[in-house]
């Protein structure tokens, strides 16, 4: 299927160092802002409660989050949770700090093994509030802080490995010379989106590392589409500069990238308008992840191979001339 008018030319090379330039200014402050400011961890990485609660139709997120909040718990956090037919809310409360005059003999000297307490007390003042037979526990998950801490480890060096990976089978699958290009492409998005989530203000948990693989793995499938193109451009446009084969074989594939683009972002558009709350998070930051995959594999891949194959050129013109 094509949607682009044969005989269509974009002269993506032309704007590639003015949008080096943006690129480079965006990950440079998603950078400062990982370094500076941090993440937000959630409860998979900074250790702490969530506990799903069954409650009668007539209580709302409103009231659950009154009572709550009452107890002063850090990071605490009420979110709907959709299960037909009852009404059920996650209760979540991040690290081990249980500040509140309620619980301050519990707080004095309280360790990894004293989370349980933290259950219980949310299910206590739960209680007291809505009445002992109006709430029942559907499930309780605890974290300690050196789970957490070994989570959050894990998490790094899986974003790590992975794009190690990729690089070293996109060498493998071309040539060597367009592995940088690849690298550098997965590490912008990955950075990117990292600022975005700081930015947001969303936590960082283990489904953003998920949605985090899932752009890299999106962007250097695309990337590897434009990659094959350029390759096959280098025999049907022999002849030309770097450059212009480049730029003709990115005019090859612009409907493919359209048409793989729009599809997928449609998927996301109705998972953000119809999911519930916890869908919709990962849909947004796909949304932004698949249009900066998109654009990075046009625009930072690109331009790291011509720059890397004109200095290979230049390299074995001057060994000729020897």
Same mark, same amino acid.
């Given at each position: +299927?094509?949607?682009?008018? &044969?005989?269509?030319?974009?002269?993506?090379? *032309?704007?590639?160092?003015?949008?080096?330039?943006?690129?480079? $200014?965006? @990950?440079?402050?998603?950078?400062?802002?990982?370094?500076?400011?941090?993440?937000? /961890?959630?409860?998979?990485?900074?250790?702490?409660?969530? +506990?799903? #609660?069954?409650?009668?139709?007539?209580?709302?997120?409103?009231?659950?989050?009154?009572?709550?909040?009452?107890?002063?718990?850090?990071?605490?956090?009420? %979110?709907?949770?959709? #299960?037909?037919?009852?009404?059920? /809310?996650? %209760?979540?409360?991040?690290?081990?700090?249980?500040?509140? =005059?309620?619980?301050?003999?519990?707080?004095?000297?309280?360790?990894?093994?004293?989370?349980p307490d933290v259950a219980k007390l949310l299910?206590?003042?739960?209680? =007291?509030?809505?009445?002992?037979? *109006?709430?029942?526990?559907?499930?309780?998950?605890? #974290?300690?802080?050196?789970?957490?801490?070994?989570?959050? *480890?894990?998490?790094?060096?899986?974003?790590?490995?992975?794009?190690?990976?990729?690089?070293?089978?996109?060498?493998?699958?071309?040539?060597?010379?367009?592995? &940088?290009?690849?690298?550098?492409s997965l590490a912008h998005d990955v950075l990117?989106?990292?600022?975005?989530?700081?930015?947001?203000?969303?936590?960082?948990?283990?489904?953003?590392? !998920?949605?985090?693989?899932?752009?890299?793995?999106?962007?250097?499938?695309? @990337?590897?589409?434009?990659?094959?193109? %350029?390759?096959?451009?280098?025999?049907?446009?022999?002849?030309?500069?770097?450059?212009?084969?480049?730029?003709?074989? $990115?005019?090859?594939?612009?409907?493919?990238? %359209?048409?793989?683009?729009?599809?997928?972002? !449609?998927?996301?558009?109705? +998972?953000?308008?119809?999911?519930?709350?916890?869908?919709?998070?990962?849909?947004? $930051?796909?949304?932004?992840?698949?249009?900066?995959?998109?654009?990075?594999? #046009?625009?930072?891949?690109? &331009?790291?191979?011509?720059?890397?194959? *004109?200095?290979?050129? =230049?390299?074995?013109?001057?060994?000729?001339?020897?």
């Open positions: +299927m094509e949607i682009i008018k &044969p005989g269509t030319h974009v002269n993506f090379v *032309k704007w590639m160092p003015a949008v080096a330039v943006v690129s480079a $200014l965006l @990950t440079v402050a998603a950078l400062a802002l990982i370094l500076f400011k941090g993440f937000n /961890y959630s409860i998979d990485f900074a250790g702490g409660v969530e +506990m799903r #609660v069954e409650f009668p139709a007539d209580v709302t997120i409103g009231q659950v989050r009154d009572s709550v909040s009452k107890m002063n718990l850090e990071g605490i956090e009420v %979110i709907s949770f959709l #299960v037909e037919g009852k009404n059920v /809310y996650s %209760i979540k409360a991040k690290g081990e700090q249980l500040a509140t =005059a309620e619980t301050a003999q519990a707080q004095e000297g309280h360790q990894e093994g004293d989370l299910f206590e003042k739960i209680q =007291a509030d809505f009445g002992a037979d *109006k709430v029942a526990v559907v499930s309780t998950d605890l #974290v300690g802080p050196r789970v957490g801490k070994d989570l959050r *480890k894990k998490g790094i060096f899986a974003i790590v490995y992975a794009l190690l990976g990729i690089m070293v089978y996109v060498g493998w699958r071309f040539n060597f010379r367009y592995a &940088p290009g690849a690298l550098a990117i989106i990292a600022g975005v989530c700081i930015v947001l203000d969303k936590e960082m948990s283990l489904q953003i590392i !998920a949605v985090l693989l899932t752009i890299a793995g999106y962007s250097v499938n695309d @990337t590897v589409v434009i990659f094959d193109r %350029i390759r096959e451009g280098g025999i049907t446009y022999r002849g030309k500069s770097v450059e212009d084969a480049v730029n003709e074989s $990115l005019n090859d594939t612009l409907s493919r990238t %359209i048409l793989t683009g729009m599809t997928t972002l !449609a998927v996301l558009v109705v +998972m953000y308008f119809v999911g519930s709350e916890i869908t919709r998070d990962f849909a947004e $930051l796909l949304l932004i992840g698949i249009v900066i995959g998109t654009y990075s594999s #046009v625009f930072v891949a690109s &331009p790291v191979y011509i720059w890397l194959e *004109k200095k290979s050129l =230049a390299r074995r013109k001057a060994q000729k001339k020897r």
